[in-house]
């Protein structure tokens, strides 16, 4: 699903976007997302992806991985029944990507810092 990505792009389907990103369990990407308190991702980052229902929200923390998910949100996605995994956006895109087809995921990537 997602072919590429380096600083400041990231390349999902054959189309290239250059403003961080959420995609949707159904392939629908969203660009121009953009996190209330800059690189603190918190629940209401999410708002658009829980609507989706995923099981797991795969979250690109930035090329250098600065953004950072709250401390809270991790037991309150869990208590959702949602799993959250946060790695560093090149190494969110391969984890996103191994398992997109088999888990219904949904991702937000940070494509900066």
């Known amino acids: 699903m997602i072919e590429a990505i ?3 792009r990231i ?3 054959g189309r290239t976007y250059h403003q961080d990103v959420l995609i949707h369990p159904d392939r629908r990407v969203t660009d121009g997302w953009w996190r209330r308190q800059g ?8 708002v658009d992806l829980l609507a989706s229902q995923p099981e ?4 690109g923390t930035g090329i250098y991985g600065r953004m950072r998910p709250d401390p809270n ?6 208590d959702r029944n949602i799993e959250l ?3 560093p ?8 990507n191994r398992i997109f087809e088999n888990r219904r995921t949904a991702g937000g990537f940070h494509l900066t810092c």
Do not use: M, P, S, W
């Not at 690189?39 to 999410?46: I, K, Q």
């Not at 949100?73 to 869990?78: G, I, S």
């Not at 956006?89 to 996103?96: K, N, W």
């Open 56 to 59: 797991i929200i795969v979250a």
């Open 89 to 96: 956006t090149e190494e969110a895109v391969v984890h996103f």
């Open 39 to 46: 690189h603190r991702l918190v629940l209401g980052d999410l």
């Open 73 to 78: 949100l991790f037991r309150t996605l869990e």
């Open 11 to 13: 390349t999902i389907e």
């Open 85 to 87: 995994v946060a790695l």
């Open 6 to 8: 380096r600083f400041g």
